[in-house]
């Protein structure tokens, strides 16, 4: 039988994606103790290029952050973006004047739309000890239909995430963690109204698969005008149907079919996305997404214009304090505070 991957290649910051997804960004920093401005000790950002930091020195970088890392206020319009943190927590602030603190396993899942102003900042809240960060962002396209909807996101909180545990036949697990796209009786919560994830056809899935030392589950097969891909960003890599996945690889993969997915001898991580492309033409200038260059112009004029509803915080690289927990504030008013 024919070999099952399609295309291979190496995961570098950003990895590669084929429609519907943009990119995936893996971010994995091993910050500090925290001071009481929830960033780094200001002697440790001598010699870093602040405002646009990616140097991962010392195993972590600013980006454009100044005190606290992350990303300060800026606009996206067109599509979506989908944050789900492993370790550690974001600070959303939007210019619709909704707010957040995520982490510990919850995933945003953000419409940007017709346009919003946000900031993603990444605050250190353990003085005492280090601050791990561990995020995936993975950017959704929208259909010309949607490009223009009403801004909006959902809190997909850790606890409402299913996890599909499937032992094989020597008892070896591997663990999925079900973020989008039914899997067995795994049902994960619903993504925003007008994504292309909820659209009947659109058949988005968005699993992040922990594989024991030699553990083996099968892929289930999916519609053939299904795309997936497969990432294999930490442990040994994994073999499909005796193909080898290298660490830190990866793969277009053939979705109609069952496929046998094992770990190698140090186990494995994998992320996998899929989903049935939109076929439309894909035009991207920094932060907007849309189909044609026209309607970029557009984006930046209106952008211009409105400020998508101005920035009603008091700094671009607005954080909430050290003792927050977990929380989201909606546009309407809408207050949610997790348990677990």
């Known amino acids: ?33 925290a001071t009481a401005s929830l960033g780094p000790d200001p002697g440790e950002l001598a010699g870093r290029p602040i405002g646009n930091d990616f140097s991962a020195r010392d195993g972590w970088s600013m980006y454009h952050g100044s005190e606290v890392p992350g990303f300060p206020e800026h606009p ?12 550690g927590f974001v600070d959303h602030s939007d210019s619709l004047g909704a707010t957040a603190r995520y982490g510990r396993g919850d995933t945003q899942w953000m419409t940007a739309g017709a346009g919003i102003v946000h900031a993603e900042m990444f605050p250190l809240l353990d003085s005492e000890g280090p601050n791990p960060l561990e995020l995936f962002q993975i950017w959704l396209n929208l259909p010309a239909a ?5 801004p909006y996101f959902t809190m997909l909180w850790n606890r409402n995430i299913p996890v599909h545990d499937v032992p094989d036949s020597a008892g070896r697990s591997t663990r999925v963690t079900v973020i989008a796209g039914k899997l067995g009786e795994a049902q994960p919560p619903s993504p925003p109204p007008d994504s292309w994830a909820s659209h009947d056809d659109g058949d988005v899935a968005i ?22 891909v497969l990432y294999a960003f930490s442990g040994s890599g994994f073999s499909l149907d005796g193909h080898a996945i290298g660490p830190k690889t990866g793969a277009h993969i053939t979705a109609d079919r069952d496929l046998v997915l094992q770990a190698g001898p140090e186990g494995a991580e994998c992320m996998i996305l899929q989903g049935r492309p939109i076929g439309e033409r894909v035009v991207q200038h920094g932060p907007f ?9 557009q984006a930046f004029t209106d952008f211009q214009n409105t400020g998508f509803g101005g920035w009603p915080w008091p700094s671009p690289d607005h954080a909430h304090v050290m003792s927050e927990d977990r929380f989201a504030k909606h546009a309407d008013g809408t207050l949610e505070h997790p348990v677990g």
Request: charged share 20%.
């Open 1 to 33: 039988m024919a070999s099952p991957i399609l295309a291979s290649f190496p995961l570098g910051p950003q990895w590669p994606t084929i429609d519907p997804f943009l990119f995936v960004a893996h971010h994995d920093d091993a910050y500090p103790a």
């Open 76 to 87: 996206h319009r067109g599509f979506e973006t989908i944050t789900y943190v492993r370790q």
């Open 146 to 150: 949607d490009k223009l909807v009403p």
């Open 207 to 228: 699993w992040h698969v922990v594989a024991d030392p030699g553990a083996s589950w099968t892929l289930p097969a999916v519609d053939e005008r299904t795309q997936r």
């Open 289 to 297: 997404v849309m189909n044609d260059e026209a309607e970029i112009r």
